[in-house]
């Protein structure tokens, strides 16, 4: 077992998308020290664009039904900003090697479109994680406020590992957008642009043993000069 708090490199090394967690919640204080820490991040212009909604207990529960009907419903998506980029080339190989990563895991055959559904499916369950947290913004930022944002969750999911809590970017959580802004009474010029589940990862869970691969420094940092 590491110890803990882990080094920001330990925390890089050792973190995983955790798509399985303990109900255990997690204490409201340690909740609180990572946002405020995370709020120490950069931002454009230190505009600090983003609003994150940490949702728990019996209002996560009711969330989490009414984004499965709806997500289930086979209705198609409507997010609140633009998320539907198809993948291409060496992208797509490489989200396919993450499926098949999670599948390989989960014991959900390629050709089975029930299973995969149902994997599908527990993203709007949030992995069974005690809170679910929605990133959410002013929509007229669009990609200048994407970018903060992404740069805030990194540091709440860093903050998070270092205490050995998990999470899961989900950009999933911003897919069906409607139950969780009439919960969280978000006005119309505020957009959900992604969530995350957080909570203590279930040692025993297949699905908390894939492994994705990464690119070599050299396809992926070029040192010039
Ligand atoms: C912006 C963003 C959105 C993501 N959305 C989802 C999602 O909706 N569901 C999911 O299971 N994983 C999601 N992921 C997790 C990625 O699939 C995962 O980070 C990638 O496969 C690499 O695996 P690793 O995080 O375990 O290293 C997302 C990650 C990011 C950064």
Same mark, same amino acid.
């Given at each position: 077992?590491?110890?803990?708090?882990?080094?920001?490199?330990?925390?890089?090394? +050792?973190?995983?998308?955790?798509?399985?967690?303990?109900? @255990?919640?997690? %204490?409201?204080?340690?909740? #609180?020290? $990572? !946002?405020?820490?995370?709020?120490?991040?950069?931002?454009?212009?230190? @505009?600090?664009?983003?609003?994150? &909604?940490?949702?728990?207990?019996?209002?996560?529960?009711?969330?989490?039904?009414a984004l499965?009907e709806e997500a /289930?419903s086979g209705r198609p998506p409507n997010s609140d900003f633009a998320w539907d980029?198809? !993948? $291409?080339?060496?992208?797509?190989?490489?989200?396919? /090697?993450?499926?098949?990563?999670? &599948?390989?895991? @989960?014991?959900?055959?390629?050709?089975?479109?029930?299973?995969?559904?149902?994997?599908?499916?527990?993203?709007w369950?949030?992995?069974?994680?005690?809170?679910?947290?929605?990133? @959410? +913004? #002013?929509r &007229?930022?669009?990609?200048?406020?994407?970018?903060?944002? =992404?740069?805030?969750?990194? =540091? $709440?999911?860093?903050?998070?590992?270092?205490? =050995?809590?998990?999470?899961?970017?989900?950009g999933a959580l911003g897919m069906y957008p409607g139950p969780a802004r009439r919960?969280?009474?978000l %006005?119309e010029?505020?957009g959900i642009l992604f969530?995350?589940?957080?909570? &203590?990862?279930? %040692?025993?869970? %297949?699905?908390?043993?894939?492994?994705?691969?990464?690119? =070599?420094?050299?396809?992926?940092?070029?040192?010039?000069?």
């Amino acid at each position: 077992m590491p110890e803990f708090p882990l080094t920001v490199s330990q925390a890089m090394q +050792m973190r995983r998308s955790t798509r399985a967690f303990l109900p @255990t919640p997690i %204490p409201r204080p340690v909740l #609180e020290e $990572v !946002f405020t820490t995370a709020l120490r991040v950069p931002s454009n212009c230190n @505009t600090q664009p983003w609003r994150a &909604y940490v949702v728990s207990g019996e209002q996560k529960d009711a969330l989490k039904q009414a984004l499965i009907e709806e997500a /289930g419903s086979g209705r198609p998506p409507n997010s609140d900003f633009a998320w539907d980029v198809k !993948f $291409v080339g060496e992208h797509r190989e490489r989200q396919f /090697g993450a499926a098949a990563a999670l &599948y390989g895991t @989960t014991g959900v055959e390629r050709h089975d479109r029930a299973a995969r559904q149902r994997s599908l499916l527990r993203n709007w369950g949030f992995f069974d994680a005690p809170h679910a947290v929605f990133f @959410t +913004m #002013e929509r &007229y930022l669009g990609m200048v406020g994407a970018v903060d944002l =992404g740069i805030f969750a990194q =540091g $709440v999911s860093l903050l998070l590992a270092e205490r =050995g809590i998990a999470s899961c970017f989900q950009g999933a959580l911003g897919m069906y957008p409607g139950p969780a802004r009439r919960l969280l009474a978000l %006005p119309e010029e505020v957009g959900i642009l992604f969530g995350m589940s957080i909570g &203590y990862a279930d %040692p025993e869970a %297949p699905a908390n043993r894939t492994c994705t691969e990464r690119v =070599g420094l050299d396809a992926a940092v070029c040192f010039v000069g």
